[in-house]
């Protein structure tokens, strides 16, 4: 499933051919409920809830986020339907502070610089492509509540998608694709690049809160043998790839 920034926080359904911001993946939204805690176990340090190369995401940064987002749920409009389980909100938010160091990392390999104004002008970008996206008038904070991004981690999201621009131009040669095939095959380009960049960080997640997909730039469900399942679960649209050979 290819989705960008904008996609995924509003889940445009325009045909015809897409800009340049919505043909790569961001990630999909699937996990399970896990609550936040204080110790790590496994290979992750104590109070870590992820380790990316050499950055730690603490327990306590992880809570003060999903109370951020939390505050942000109890004072939206309900316009905008939850994408998630209130109960996921710490592996939804997990999921964005690592893809946000995925895409650091991509523009590292790339040798890719964004400016404060870049980054104000792609999130300014994303804010008027979601007012034509079906929702009406929801501000764009409430639209990344939504989808488990606290608002305050917004220009976060500017600076994530100005770098998928340039990354994206430097793929592409500055021309989108106009055949369905090429736009295809692009996006599959930078998969591979955005995987490559996640491995490189050697990502690691507390078990507490799940595991990390590669294919999808997600936090899932961790797996555990201490009991099976008492009803069959559905089957995952795309299977999760915990170590893919990108």
């Not at 404060?116 to 002008?121: D, F, H, M, N, Y």
Request: charged share 15%; proline share 9%.
């Amino acid at each position: 499933m290819l989705r960008t920034a904008l996609s995924v926080l509003v889940g445009a359904r325009a045909s015809g051919k897409p800009p340049r911001g919505r043909l790569v993946t961001a990630a999909a939204f699937t996990a399970t409920a896990a609550a936040c805690a204080l110790a790590a176990c496994g290979p992750v340090q104590m109070g870590a809830a992820a380790i990316s190369g050499s950055q730690r995401i603490s327990t306590a940064e992880l809570t003060t986020q999903v109370a951020n987002l939390q505050h942000a749920l109890d004072n939206s409009s309900g316009k905008v339907p939850l994408q998630f389980q209130k109960a996921q909100a710490p592996q939804e938010v997990l999921a964005w502070l690592l893809r946000f160091q995925v895409r650091d990392q991509m523009a590292t390999r790339n040798h890719i610089t964004v400016t404060p104004a870049q980054s104000q002008r792609a999130l300014a970008s994303i804010a008027a492509q979601a007012s034509q996206g079906g929702s009406g008038n929801v501000p764009l904070p409430e639209l990344a509540a939504a989808n488990g991004l606290p608002p305050d981690l917004l220009p976060d999201l500017g600076r994530y998608q100005a770098i998928q621009d340039q990354v994206v131009a430097k793929l592409d040669g500055g021309t989108l694709p106009s055949s369905q095939s090429d736009l295809q095959a692009l996006g599959k380009q930078f998969s591979h690049e955005q995987c490559i960049a996640a491995k490189s960080l050697d990502i690691k997640v507390n078990p507490q809160f799940g595991a990390f997909d590669y294919s999808q730039i997600s936090v899932v469900p961790a797996t555990t043998t201490l009991a099976a399942p008492q009803t069959p679960s559905p089957a995952p649209t795309t299977k999760p790839q915990l170590s893919p050979p990108c």
